[in-house]
């Protein structure tokens, strides 16, 4: 009965932007792919995006909701410092428009898009990958594949079933309300600037925020602390910024991972990404750049995989993305476990926040990626101004 199954070169588990870019990049080598993705699945997302993205993945300016020019950081004594952008922006996009038109771009290369289910992965006689879905009617089917990219996102099944340690991956649950957005100046409120607070009774490990949507807010909040109510500190935040006035239009809520996977592949034929391998960055939270980054090299190391034959290659994905970005996420890391552990500390975050240095450093790293060499100096008086607030020889 198996050799009656369609046979994939490779099947895409999980259409957001790192299974949209896998698969959109597999089809336009001359892969033969297949993408399965839920209908209907928005992610709670800030919706934030750096300039280097548009370029990097040919993603058009139209998508853009908004363009931010500023980020507003708030202690919790209700100190604000504002960081301008400067010369450059934060693209804000809507998840469910921005994903739909990655998957469609990959369906447009030529991937066939099928929409379903994800329930088990199996092997054929001949050891080759089988995929059990249920269709969109709630059938069950199946095909083979040579390949398979598991981009289901956090606590992802399938990499549950099949890469050693996927279930063991830390997280941060999130929420968010979309909210319709007041008239610019309301309550303070500005359609090109994201506020995001740092205070206790919003997340007690994490950070809340206000990103601008055009027409839409999002207002939402993070948090690995078990029993924390996210729905109550979202509440808390509407109230304080006037935003409880506004129709919201929808809830959502999920996991995002805190650390990227050790092992993303089986040694074998599946390989994960985006979310499903852990590739959030810690602090910030930013995950669309790196999960299409993430789409992008799985689609190289099993298109390198396809050609050779050698299950070895998957490895190359996770070593490409560590060496670029392997760094940048483990001081990230030691940022949100020093700095967010308490009110006092956090207030001490925001004076760090309010320094050109600090500021010039982090959005340029932001919007571009690669390590700032135009100002060398800023990172020597950076340490000594981070070592200055570690020892408590500045004041908040």
């Not at 391998?277 to 689609?299: D, F, K, Q, T």
């Not at 240095?357 to 340029?364: G, I, K, P, S």
Request: aromatic share 8%; charged share 25%; with cysteine.
């Amino acid at each position: 009965m198996s050799t009656e199954l369609r046979t994939f070169d490779t099947v895409v588990i999980g259409g957001g932007p790192a299974g949209a870019t896998a698969a959109n990049d597999l089809a336009q080598a001359g892969q033969d792919v297949m993408l399965l993705d839920r209908a209907g699945r928005i992610k709670p997302c800030g919706g934030a995006i750096p300039p280097i993205l548009l370029d990097e993945f040919n993603v058009p300016e139209s998508l853009l909701v908004a363009r931010v020019k500023a980020a507003r950081i708030v202690s919790p004594s209700d100190r604000k410092v504002d960081m301008p952008v400067g010369d450059g922006f934060v693209g804000m996009v809507d998840r469910d428009v921005f994903d739909e038109w990655l998957r469609e771009r990959a369906a447009g290369s030529g991937a066939t898009r099928v929409t379903g289910t994800f329930k088990k992965f199996l092997r054929d006689d001949d050891g080759t990958a089988i995929i059990l879905y249920r269709d969109a009617e709630g059938v069950e089917q199946q095909v083979r594949a040579r390949f398979v990219i598991g981009a289901d996102g956090a606590r992802s099944e399938l990499g549950r079933q099949t890469v050693p340690g996927a279930d063991k991956v830390p997280y941060v649950a999130a929420y968010h309300e979309i909210v319709e957005s007041p008239a610019q100046g309301t309550r303070d409120f500005d359609g090109a600037r994201c506020d995001v607070y740092y205070r206790g009774s919003l997340s007690p490990d994490f950070y809340a925020w206000v990103f601008p949507h055009g027409n839409v807010t999002s207002v939402g909040v993070g948090s690995a602390q078990k029993g924390f109510s996210l729905r109550r500190a979202v509440d808390e935040l509407r109230e304080a910024t006037g935003l409880d006035l506004g129709k919201t239009v929808r809830r959502e809520g999920a996991p995002i991972p805190l650390k990227p996977m050790k092992r993303w592949d089986n040694g074998r034929d599946v390989l994960l990404a985006g979310d499903a391998a852990g590739i959030v960055a810690p602090a910030s939270g930013e995950g669309i750049y790196y999960a299409m980054l993430g789409g992008r090299l799985a689609a190289e190391a099993v298109a390198e995989a396809l050609a050779t034959g050698k299950a070895s290659a998957l490895r190359t994905a996770r070593k490409r993305f560590m060496r670029k970005h392997g760094k940048v996420f483990w001081v990230l890391g030691i940022m949100q476990s020093f700095w967010y552990s308490s009110d006092k500390r956090r207030e001490r975050f925001v004076t760090i926040c309010g320094d050109e240095d600090v500021q010039y450093l982090t959005w340029q790293a932001y919007m571009y990626k690669k390590l700032v060499r135009a100002k060398p100096m800023a990172h020597v008086r950076i340490f000594f101004k981070d070592m200055a607030h570690l020892l408590g020889l500045v004041r908040a």
